[in-house]
């Protein structure tokens, strides 16, 4: 009786958990199958290579939306994956229970829950505002302030997975602190903190909120990096609220290009969080 029991009690259990992970499933295979199919009919050479026709206009493309996203992420990349792990090794490694290092694992946690677009407002008031424009300095700066908590608690995440007793090996074998983390600490942990960088970059490319307020936008190709420049969240913003059925149609088709930009990021860092050593 009491076997039955428990193989009945497993069943009904295990059909729960089966049925909440189809539930979960549905929303995000139906979001990604309804943006492939009203995105992928729009999506061709032209799209890649051209630049936004006029207002109401069919044809066009959003070249310079594509450049405009990776320039910024490029910026926000090199300003915030260094900063992040630093902050992280330095947590980690130097000063764990300081009133410093609570104080900055505070501030980290509370940055990462904050709205975007408060990111975005003080980025366009103390960036902006004193540049006199807009620009993708300003654009890949406002999505560095997102990315910089999320690496920073992901490295130290990483680090703290390191053995202590491999950094006891570096010691005894009279290697300095600073080349021990930096030729045996980070190295161990590399896998995890490049997966920690990857997903923070996917978790920036699709943020649309702080680009309103530092890039702006462009229909052009930017000349500088201190012009407006154009990014494929914004400009699918723009023609997702236009009253203009081509532009509709490209909108779905940036959906899907940065859907898949996302999703490639997101694969990479997963193999590399698959195959890591620690």
Same mark, same amino acid.
């Given at each position: 009786m009491?076997?039955?029991?428990?193989?009945?009690?497993?069943?009904?259990?295990?059909?729960?958990?089966?049925g909440a992970t189809i539930i979960a499933?549905?929303?995000?295979?139906?979001?990604?199958?309804?943006?492939?199919?009203?995105?992928?009919? @729009?999506?061709?050479?032209?799209?890649?290579?051209?630049?936004?026709?006029?207002m109401g206009l069919p044809g066009g493309g959003m070249a310079n939306a594509i450049a405009g996203t990776l320039i910024?992420?490029?910026?926000a990349s090199a300003l915030g994956i260094p900063i992040g792990i630093l902050a992280a090794i330095y947590l980690?490694?130097?000063?764990?229970?300081?009133?410093?290092?609570?104080?900055v694992r505070f501030a980290t946690d509370v940055l990462?829950?904050?709205?975007?677009?408060?990111?975005?407002?003080?980025i366009y008031t103390a960036v902006v505002l004193r540049m006199g424009n807009f620009s993708a300095?300003?654009?890949?700066?406002?999505?560095?302030?997102?990315?910089?908590?999320?690496?920073?608690?992901?490295?130290?995440?990483?680090?703290?997975?390191?053995?202590h007793s491999i950094r006891e090996a570096g010691f005894a074998l009279g290697i300095s602190k600073a080349k021990t983390i930096l030729k045996i600490?980070?190295?161990?942990? @590399?896998?995890?903190?490049?997966?920690?960088a990857m997903l923070a970059v996917a978790r920036v490319a699709g943020e649309t909120a702080p680009l309103l307020f530092t890039a702006l936008g462009n229909q052009y190709w930017s000349r500088s990096l201190n012009e407006p420049t154009a990014s494929l969240p914004v400009q699918i913003f723009q023609y997702a609220t236009?009253?203009?059925?081509?532009?509709?149609?490209?909108?779905? @088709?940036?959906?899907?290009?940065?859907?898949?930009?996302?999703?490639?990021?997101?694969?990479? %860092?997963?193999? %590399?969080f698959r195959s890591r050593s620690i």
């Open positions: 009491n076997e039955y029991f428990r193989k009945y009690k497993n069943l009904m259990m295990l059909t729960v958990f089966i499933l549905i929303p995000l295979f139906g979001v990604l199958g309804y943006v492939v199919k009203n995105g992928l009919s @729009a999506l061709n050479l032209q799209f890649f290579v051209n630049l936004p026709k006029a910024m992420v490029l910026i980690t490694e130097y000063d764990r229970h300081s009133w410093l290092s609570t104080g990462t829950g904050i709205p975007s677009i408060i990111v975005g407002i003080v300095l300003a654009g890949g700066l406002s999505l560095a302030v997102i990315m910089i908590p999320l690496i920073i608690r992901s490295t130290e995440e990483m680090l703290k997975l390191v053995s600490v980070l190295p161990t942990a @590399a896998k995890g903190i490049i997966t920690g236009s009253p203009y059925k081509e532009w509709h149609q490209l909108a779905w @088709a940036g959906s899907l290009v940065l859907i898949l930009m996302v999703i490639t990021l997101n694969l990479v %860092a997963r193999y %590399a």
